[in-house]
Nanobody, 121 residues
Framework: QVQLVESGGGLVQAGGSLRLSCAASGSTFSSNAIAWYRQAPGKQRELVATISSGGSTNYADSVKGRFTISRDNAKNTVYLQMNSLKPEDTANYYC???????????????WGEGTLVTVSS
């Protein structure tokens, strides 16, 4: 059984930075792709960033150039470094384990509780 725990959210001013962490247990972490999603109240869940088992990364256009996803397999942890934050980045952020099939990410149905990021103007 996969367990995921997100942390690192908080309140930050526009233009500031946060680093989110996702700690995984109960899985073969290094063999999986990992994704960060976010969901604002009343909005659809959005795929923010992915990192493959080999370390290749992809980003949503809305965060490209501002966010960086990385992983530390020794710690079974994935990170999302968020810089130049904007109010529209405000959301609950969730990590997810999955696989790539070609260029398409398919996530497994395992989620943590999420961590809330609030960006004030």
């Amino acid at each position: 059984q996969v367990q995921l725990v997100e942390s690192g959210g908080g309140l930050v001013q526009a233009g500031g930075s946060l680093r989110l962490s996702c700690a995984a247990s109960g899985s073969t972490f290094s063999s999986n792709a990992i994704a960060w999603y976010r969901q604002a109240p009343g909005k659809q869940r959005e795929l923010v960033a992915t990192i493959s088992s080999g370390g290749s990364t992809n980003y949503a256009d809305s965060v490209k150039g501002r966010f960086t996803i990385s992983r530390d397999n020794a710690k079974n942890t994935v990170y999302l470094q968020m810089n130049s934050l904007k109010p529209e980045d405000t959301a609950n952020y969730y990590c997810n384990l999955g696989k790539f099939y070609g260029s398409i990410y398919f996530g497994m149905n395992y989620w943590g509780e999420g961590t809330l990021v609030t960006v004030s103007s």
